[in-house]
Structure formats: C-alpha cells, structure tokens
C-alpha cells in the first residue's frame, strides 16, 4: 500500500481513549461560547531581534494585504518593513534568520523563507530608488549617538521619524560598524552597504561625524550641553547619567539584527525622556506589532469616539472594533492552535548564488509564491473557510470597501449558535470562542 504523506493528523497511532470532552458539550442556540478574533504574535517576529512585524509584510507581499494608497506591492511592504529595521537588502544577506528557526511551517514541510523575501523586498528598494518615510513635524529637540553601526544608525533614523536631529559620531573613517568592517565583500558587498546607510541620511536632520572620538575629540561635558539626549551604540557609556542611554548589544558585538532592535528600542526611550514623558512600558513582547485600529484609521474607518456615560454593550456599536481582541503584546500562537490540515505540503523556493559567490534576491513571481506559503499565525488571510462551514450563515464577509487585514468576516450575533466549528477549522487559529475557559 502506498504511504500517504500528509502534513497534518487530528489523532497519532494509539489515540484511543476520549478525552474529557465535558467543555465541548454544548447545546445549539443556548451555548455560551461566540466567535471573537483574537490577535496574537506570530513566533517569527516574537523571536526576531530587530523586531519586525514579519507577519504583516509577508501577506503584504502574498497580496492579501491592499496598500493603503497607489503603492505597489513592493513599496508598500518596504514601508511596513522599515517601521523596524531600515537595511532590509542587507539583513536579507547577513541575518542569522532566527524567525525562520521559529515558524510554524516548521511543523507542516518547512519554514517559510523569511530572509530571502526580506532580501528581495531590499533589492527591489535599491534598484527603485524606495525613500524612507520623513518626519511629518520637527520636534525641536536633538540627539547625539556614539558609534554609527547597525545599532547606532537604526537609532539614528527612528529618531528622525520622529522629528529629533541627530549627530552621528564615528571613531573609524566610514559609517556601517560590522556592516562595513565585519563581513567579506562576497557575504555583504559593500556599494549595498553604502546604499542603504545613504539612504536614512537623505531624510536630513542627521549630521555625521567620522574619525572623531568622544572623550578624546569630544569631552561628555560638550555632548551634554549641547544635546537632549545621547545613546552610546557601540560601547557601555557613562553610567547613571542624566539623559545617557546604553544599547544592551554592546554584549553581543558583530550581530546586526539584535543591533538594529536595541537602536529602536533606545530610540523609543530617548523620545520619552526628551518630550519630558515617562518611560515607555515595555510589552512582554518586545517588538512591532500590527494595530488594527491603526490600519482603519489609515483606510478612513476609525472607530467614533467613546463618549463616556449612556453608553451600552452592543455589537453594532461604532465606538468599538466588533468581537476583536488585541491579545499580541502578551501571547505568541503555537502551531496547535493552527487547523494545519488546511496547508498542503509546499517546496520552499531558495535562493541561488552568482558567479562570485553572492547571494541573489528572488524573481517577483517566487517572492510572491514563497510568501504565500505563510500561514499568517494569529491572523485571518480571508479563506472564507469559517463561512463555508457555518451552519447558520452568521458568518460573513463584510462589505469590500469595510474590509481589512483583520476583519476579513465578521459575525451575526443574532444568528450564532454558539457551535464552535468555525474555531474548530480556522487554519490561522485566529477565531477563538467567547467567554471560553483557557
């Protein structure tokens, strides 16, 4: 007899035995349990130093996610992949690519080709000239950063975003740290190095300073009075000083992903100090997430505002975002909350090498192809599987111009029954039940 392959089983050999099925019992029309989306980390971007919102960009480069505006594909996921790290050409050449050891594909055939998508998107950048986005208002407020690698230059543009100027000073006579000085011409070529560093400093409001070395050619007294804040990137700093801020990479030298994570992350706390606001609390989960709330305020659908007094639970009400949960600051979904029958076995599409030995970016066709191999973990990609399956039609998909990554279907209270199937085939395990004892 032939061996069937298959990529997923409810029950392994020996399952024989009920569980205790006495929370599945339920009775139609007076259960408890309704459906509620429920947003959670993917373990890809969980474990990724930088701390992309790889979800997202992936299904923007599958074509599940529409830009906001007339952006390509290309452009648009470029822009959601530098909210965290601005060198995607060159973390698509030199990261480890701890999220792909992470991936919940790992448990159907394979991980998804993280890296090599985030190569190809940098590619692409380059070759099109792709701008980083500017800030929208000058805060009046500047910083100084010490050491201008990964660390230091992703701080640097984080801090542009939003509107500080910045003064780079670098000990050697070039800008890039490891990027520049640590890795062979082959494994990360230099004029992509370049590139990408060029293109954070033609957002303006960031002056270099190279071959100059602080506490040498620059006392600490001058640093402090003449700036609001300043993050040592490459070395431990002063400690207990006023308005100092020190990357915790510096124990971990010659990795630029977790380089480019502390430099955002210090960025996000230099902004707290020089606005004069507390600091900013650090979610269990460290990393970008994706807001829905954001992505319909962007598309013109934001929630009214909540008035408060006079106000009754409803699920029409416009103030709220109907049966969503937010739970993707604390929790990472696991593959068993996944329905993995639903994901047939794929080849992953690899990269190849060039004649000198230097990793090439994808084709457009198998960018888009490899990304759709994402199961985009805690979040619906609009299968429809859940409205197919619904016995009641309480299930829908909302009107084309009310749609979004995120709010793919919705539900009719008035209709469910409470029956649970459509968590029970959800392939992203995005639909959980209401009220249920987890």
């Given at each position: 007899m032939e061996q069937l392959n298959v990529s997923f089983r409810r029950y392994e050999e020996g399952d024989d035995e009920y569980d205790d099925l006495s929370e599945k019992v339920f009775n139609a029309g007076t259960s408890f349990w309704c459906p509620t989306y429920v947003n959670k980390t993917a373990p890809c971007q969980a474990e990724c130093p930088s701390g992309?919102?790889?979800?997202?960009?992936?299904?923007?480069?599958?074509?599940?996610?529409?830009?906001?505006?007339?952006?390509?594909?290309?452009?648009?996921?470029?822009?959601?992949?530098?909210?965290?790290?601005?060198f995607p050409a060159l973390m698509g050449l030199t990261c480890p690519a701890p999220c792909q050891e992470k991936c919940n594909?790992?448990?159907?055939?394979?991980?998804?080709?993280?890296?090599?998508?985030?190569?190809?998107?940098?590619?692409?950048?380059?070759?099109?000239?792709?701008?980083?986005?500017?800030?929208?208002?000058?805060?009046?407020?500047?910083?100084?950063?010490?050491?201008?690698?990964?660390?230091g230059l992703s701080c640097a543009y984080q801090l542009r975003r939003l509107g500080h100027r910045v003064t780079i000073f670098e000990a050697n006579e070039l800008l890039g740290g490891v990027f520049e000085y640590g890795f062979s011409e082959k494994d990360c070529p230099k004029d992509v190095v370049r590139a990408e560093i060029q293109r954070i400093l033609d957002m303006g409001g960031i002056e270099v300073r190279t071959s100059v070395q602080v506490g040498k050619d620059v006392a600490l007294e001058e640093l402090d009075k003449t700036f609001n804040a300043v993050f040592w990137s490459a070395e431990p700093g002063p400690r207990d000083r006023e308005g100092h801020f020190t990357s915790q990479a510096a124990a971990h030298p010659g990795l630029p992903t977790t380089e480019i994570g502390q430099g955002w992350k210090a960025a996000r706390a230099m902004d707290a100090h020089m606005r004069g606001e507390p600091a900013p609390d650090k979610p269990k989960l460290d990393v970008h997430h994706y807001d829905l709330a954001a992505e319909l305020a962007a598309r013109g659908m934001a929630p009214e505002t909540y008035t408060v007094g006079g106000a009754r639970g409803t699920d029409k009400a416009a103030f709220s975002i109907h049966n969503y949960e937010d739970r993707s600051r604390d929790s990472i979904i696991t593959s068993k909350e996944l329905f993995l029958g639903h994901f047939k076995e794929t080849p992953r599409i690899e990269r190849s090498r060039n004649a000198d030995g230097v990793l090439e970016p994808l084709s457009e066709t198998d960018a888009i192809k490899e990304s759709r191999r994402c199961m985009s973990c805690g979040m619906c990609f609009e299968c429809s599987v859940c409205i197919q399956y619904c016995p009641v039609d309480a299930i829908y998909r909302p009107k084309s111009a009310a749609r979004v990554y995120g709010r793919f279907v919705d539900t009719d209270y008035a209709k469910c029954i409470g029956c649970q199937i459509c968590r029970d085939v959800c392939p992203t395990g995005y639909i959980q039940m209401g009220l249920e004892r987890t």
């Open positions: 992309h919102d790889i979800r997202t960009w992936l299904n923007v480069v599958a074509r599940r996610v529409k830009p906001t505006s007339d952006l390509s594909w290309q452009a648009y996921a470029f822009q959601v992949m530098t909210a965290a790290n601005p594909r790992e448990d159907v055939e394979g991980h998804v080709a993280i890296n090599a998508i985030e190569h190809t998107v940098g590619d692409w950048a380059l070759k099109n000239s792709a701008a980083l986005v500017k800030p929208e208002s000058e805060s009046g407020k500047s910083a100084a950063i010490i050491g201008g690698g990964p660390a």
